[in-house]
Every structure is written in C-alpha cells, then in structure tokens.
DNA sequence: TTATAAGTATTACATTGTGATACTTTTTAT
DNA sequence: ATAAAAAGTATCACAATGTAATACTTATAA
C-alpha cells in the first residue's frame, strides 16, 4: 500500500514476498482469494503477484483446485542460506556425532530478533512432525536455547529482553511469568546451560548450551530434546549435559569455556 | 528485463526474485555490484530491490563490507514448505525410524523437473557438508534417488528422459554414458530399487527405492548412502534393502508393492 | 596520494503496475 | 436442477511507481 523509505523501496516486490510470507503451518496451500484475504492485498494485485511466482517457479499451482503451494524453490532457497552462516558448516559434523553418541534428538538454534529460529534438526526418535523440520521459530524467552542465548549477555540487556519479548502459551505448563523466567536465566548465566520442562510440549526436557561467540555472547545455542518418560533432569546432567557442553565449545569460534 | 505475459506479469517482483535465487553455493555472500554482475540487472534495480528485500528482511546486510546475506527467513520459508507437501509429514517418522534401525545417512528426494531435490536428510556419519542439508538439487539421471525415480515411469517417458535431461560429472567416475543410464533403469524397473556408485562422491554407495504415486508413477525416493569402506553391495542387498523397500512402500500413498 | 571502483542519493520521465470493471467458471444453496 | 453467490480470469485507461542516468560520497587499489 504505502510505501516505505520512498524511491529506493519496490513497492511491488514487497508485496510479492508479502505473498510468499502467507503461507505457513496453518495456511500451506491457498487460493488466490485466501492470499489476497491473509494478505489484505486487492484480488487484482493478487492475481498479478501469485500469477509472476508462479511463472518464475516459486509457487505451484494444482491446476484442479487453482490452489497456490510452496515449491521446490523454498527448499532451495534454505540451501543457499545453509552455505552463507559459517555456523552451520562448523556445527554440523559435531552436531551429527552428539546425536549419535547420545542417541536423542539433537538441534541447533540461532537467535533471530526475539525468537529462536531451529537451524539443524537431527532428530533420532519420532516425535511431534514440527519438532523435525527446520526453520521453526519460537519465542526465544520460553526455549532452553533462547534462554541459553540469553544468559551470555550482559545482565542489564537480557533483563530488558525477559521484560519486552513476546511470550505464548503452548502447554498447560509453559512459563508465563517473567520473574520466573528471569530466576532461570540469572541460574542458567552461572550453570553454563539451561535445561526446561514441558514448555513446548508435555512431558519434554530440554537441555541447551549456548554457542559462545568471539565477542563473549552467544548467537546460537545446541539443544537436546528427550522425553521425561525416559530421562530425568539428574541423568541428564549426568549423561548427557558434558557431552552436549564439549560440543557447544567445539562449536564456539572461539572456542570459549 | 522484457516482460512475459504482459499485464499479468509484475517485473518488478521477478527481478528481486532473480536477486534471491542469485545466491547460492558458491555465493553465499554478494555486494551490490556482484549481484548486478550475476544477475544481469542494472546497478540502479539491484540497488532498489536488494533495499527493499533488506527491508522486509529477506536479506542480511553486513554494515562492515555492504554484503548481503540470506536472511533466516530463508528458513522460514522451508518450514512452510513443509506443511505443504503431503509426503513429508507422512514420511517423516518412517525415515527416523529408518535411520536409527540401520544407522546410516538416510534421505528422501522428490523429483523437481529433470533434477531431484533433498528434502529431508537424516545424517547418522560425518559426510561433506552438501550431503548434510536439505535443498541440494541434483541431475536425476546422476543419482539412484532419481534413476529410482524414473524407473517407474513407462518405458517410453522415461527413455525420452535419458535422452534430453542434463547430465554432470562430480567424480571422475560420474556415468556420462546414456546407454549406460537406460540400461541401468532398465534393471532398476525390474528389480523394484536403485544401487551406484561413485556417482556424486568417490567411495560413497547409494540406494534408492521408489515411493510410489496413486498413478503408479513414483515422484519420491528413500535413499541411503553409505561408504563403500564399510560397506558393499552385497552387504546393502542384504542388511539393508528390506527395510528400505519396506519404509518406501509404507510412505507410499497407496502403499502399493 | 591519486585513481578507480563500489556504494549511496536524487531527479525527470514514461514504463509498468494499479484497481475497477466485466466476463467466465466453479461452488453453494434452494 | 436451477439459481445465486463466490471465485477465478481477462481487459483497460490512468498515473503512480519503478526506471536508468547522473552526481555525490565512501572505500579500495595502484
């Protein structure tokens, strides 16, 4: 509609990737004129805009229903992304060697604004299916890798982050009290990793480490994701927690204890 | 530069497509003027749509060089990708499974015109890189997913693909031969899966089985890839062909043999 | 230090995107 | 089965918006 920073901002690009941007978990296949209502885009433009992602390959089109889908192109598009954060090429052998060692489910997640983006996902038990896909992003105060980040940085800032940053209830049990979840960063700034229960999903125990970059605070966290009906908080501690903090330093640029 | 379909094509939108797709393996990271030189766009356009993909935050920018970077949103794009394709949520626990069971890398491809594409990867070894991240895009006649693939079009359809679709050499000992293919999904059709070696990387074997369509014609394989220092094919027709055949058929829609 | 290249900002112009409208097809309700 | 409503598709006249040239500034190389 209006445009931004004027003569240097492409109005119609923006909404094209106001286009892509619709299609989500809830919302994985629309037709033109559910994009134009998700987007609040007229069906004019809408037609034009789904119509040129269409012919350059960036959405598929089932000729039955005229439904608009995410192609091919979006997996693509995280290849190219993979090769640009030097984090991933670092991690990943080790990534793969913890997951195998401990044979639980093993991601890496980096900090993206106020929420945590899951960049590797090595998932070795079956499980809930958006907790094996990448690309999930959650609200970084209510995960042990957000609050892993978190803890490695100065107190005042993560102080002003437990204040702002969006919260959301995904089980019964999820953290919603700031003081609380300040409690556990302030712990978990002296432990050197976070562990949590139940806050995305029942009967789930995270543990995570956070990736120390050069500058001393973390960007990134490694997390292992067990069920409570296998695993309590001690053996974890015991079992898994040196394993996962060696390779979170492995990780580190600066390799960093 | 010239516009397709007229007045239902947005140019603009297409060109800062062109800019993302820019990015990929070997460039990861661009400047203003190396995305004008890769893309064949004007240094003025790319100045205009690179701001405003900035902007909307599809694109990092490091204030330090002036680079552009994907931006997680790139994997955000994934994660909706993924909703999207039926086949993944139904496969997905199947190739954990899977993976665990036999303890090697294990990956599902689907055909993207005359390439397959990664679309989830269950690294279990150490490998290089490109073999650990989803999005890869490869010549199917070159790789057993793909050949596993096309094994089960009709006789004539997938002849015709031999003949026309690309071909690269990745080893020294990357098949280049067109009879050679046709003769090996000749065989693959009849045995129901795919085996080759040192198609992409030297020392590596693959299997592939095809995951069948409701028409009867695959557009997915479950692959694993092993080292052929621990490894031969006798040994893979043995420990582990059944049970790939068998999580390929159990993810097939119709579940056909 | 100068020269060259890359990034940034501004402007005048007309190409290109806009959104209204009308037409067609599909879906829903009666 | 038929009508009514909704969704998809096509066309068009207008001017808003993207264009590319140019000039200015900042970096990099000679």
């Known amino acids: 509609m209006t445009r931004k ?24 296949e629309m037709s033109l004129s559910q994009i134009a209502a998700r987007t609040g885009l007229d069906k004019s433009a809408v037609q034009r805009l789904a119509n040129t992602l269409h012919l350059e390959g960036f959405l598929e089109k089932d000729s039955g229903t005229r439904r608009f889908r995410p192609s091919h192109a979006w997996l693509e598009l995280a290849y190219a992304y993979y090769w640009s954060d030097p984090l991933v090429p670092q991690a990943m052998p080790k990534l793969i060697e913890l997951s195998q060692q401990i044979g639980e489910t093993i991601n890496m997640a980096e900090l993206s604004g106020e929420h945590i983006i899951y960049v590797s996902r090595l998932p070795t038990k079956r499980s809930y299916f958006a907790a094996t896909i990448i690309g999930r992003k959650l609200p970084a105060l209510s995960t042990s890798a957000g609050r892993a980040i ?3 940085w ?9 204040a702002d940053w969006p919260l959301k209830s995904f089980t019964p049990r999820t953290t919603l009290d700031r003081d609380e979840i ?29 990736i120390w970059g050069p500058d001393g605070r973390a960007r990134a966290a490694v997390q292992c994701s067990v069920s409570s009906y296998r695993w309590d908080e001690d053996m974890l501690r015991e079992k898994v927690l040196p394993v996962l903090l060696e390779t979170a330093n492995a990780i580190s640029p600066m390799g960093q204890g």
Chains 1, 2 share one sequence.
């Open 5 to 28: 920073t004027d003569t240097l901002y492409v109005n119609a690009l923006a909404k094209g990737l106001q286009v892509l941007r619709a299609f989500d978990e809830a919302n994985s």
């Open 150 to 152: 978190l803890s490695t």
């Open 154 to 162: 100065p107190e005042a800032e993560w102080r002003a982050a437990v």
């Open 182 to 210: 300040a409690d556990s960063i302030a712990r978990i700034a002296q432990d050197g990793y976070a562990i949590s229960c139940n806050q995305m999903i029942l009967n789930e125990i995270g543990l995570a480490a956070p």
